[in-house]
T-cell receptor, first 113, second 114 residues
C-alpha cells in the first residue's frame, strides 16, 4: 500500500510569511505526528493528531499549528516565518496505539530566506 | 522529560567490521524502544523495535539490538557491516503514557568504507 505522502517536497519562503504543509497518511492510519529535523537539534516532536484531535504537543511556539481532517490527512501551518524555521519537516502515521510503529514520509524541506 | 542519548555522532568502519551503536534513555517507567535508519536521500525507516518479551530483538538487514533495563540501554549491533549500511541511525523511545510520541536521539552517522 502507498506510504506516507508529504507535499510539497521543497519550499522556499521569506521571513514573515506563512506556510502550510500537507501530509497524507497510510490508508487506515488514524494518527499523524509531525517532527522538525535540523542538523543542530535533530528530530523534535511538534504535535500529534488522532481522529481529528490534537493528542499531544511538543515544545514549540504557537506559530506552529496543525489540524487533521476526517480522512486523517493533516496539515501543518507555520506563521510569521523566522530564519530558524528552516528545517526538514517530517510527518509520520500509525494506527495510534503504543505498539504500532510510526511510518515516515520523505519530508518537506523548508528554506527561509 | 525523557531524553535519549546516542554515544557517537559519527562512526567510520571498514566493510566486514562489527558495529555497535550505543543508546541510553532517561525515562524510568515502561517504554517502547526503536531504531530507525535514514539512508542518504531516503525517508526514515524502521530498523527494529522492542515492546516486551525477549530483550534481544532482531530487525531487518541483519541488525539486532539488546534492551538492558538496568542500564536503560538499547544498543544496536551488526556483526559485519556492508558499504550499503552507510546511513544515519536514530534511537527513539515512546513512554507508555498513552501517546505515540517518539523522542529521538541526535543520531549517529555511520560511514562504511569499501
Amino acid at each position: 500500500k502507498a506510504g506516507v505522502t508529504q507535499t510539497p517536497r521543497y519550499l522556499i519562503k521569506t521571513r514573515g510569511q506563512q506556510v502550510t504543509l500537507s501530509c497524507s497518511p497510510i490508508s487506515g492510519h488514524r494518527s499523524v505526528s509531525w517532527y522538525q529535523q535540523t542538523p543542530g537539534q535533530g528530530l523534535q516532536f511538534l504535535f500529534e493528531y488522532f481522529s481529528e484531535t490534537q493528542r499531544n504537543k511538543g515544545n514549540f511556539p504557537g506559530r506552529f499549528s496543525g489540524r487533521q481532517f476526517s480522512n486523517s490527512r493533516s496539515e501543518m501551518n507555520v506563521s510569521t516565518l523566522e530564519l530558524g524555521d528552516s528545517a526538514l519537516y517530517l510527518c509520520a502515521s500509525s494506527g495510534g496505539g503504543l505498539n504500532q510503529p510510526q511510518h515516515f514520509g520523505d519530508g518537506t524541506r523548508l528554506s527561509i530566506l | 522529560a525523557q531524553s535519549v542519548s546516542q554515544h557517537n555522532h559519527h562512526v567510520i568502519l571498514s566493510e566486514a567490521a562489527s558495529l555497535e551503536l550505543g543508546c541510553n534513555y532517561s525515562y524510568g517507567g515502561t517504554v517502547n524502544l526503536f531504531w530507525y535508519v535514514q539512508y542518504p536521500g531516503q525517508h526514515l525507516q524502521l530498523l527494529l523495535k522492542y515492546f516486551s518479551g525477549d530483550p534481544l530483538v532482531k530487525g531487518i538487514k541483519g541488525f539486532e539490538a539488546e534492551f538492558i533495563k538496568s542500564k536503560f540501554s538499547f544498543n544496536l549491533r551488526k556483526p559485519s557491516v556492508q558499504w550499503s549500511d552507510t546511513a544515519e541511525y536514530f534511537c527513539a523511545v515512546i513512554e507508555n503514557s498513552g501517546y505515540s510520541t517518539l523522542t529521538f536521539g541526535k543520531g549517529t552517522m555511520l560511514l562504511v568504507s569499501p
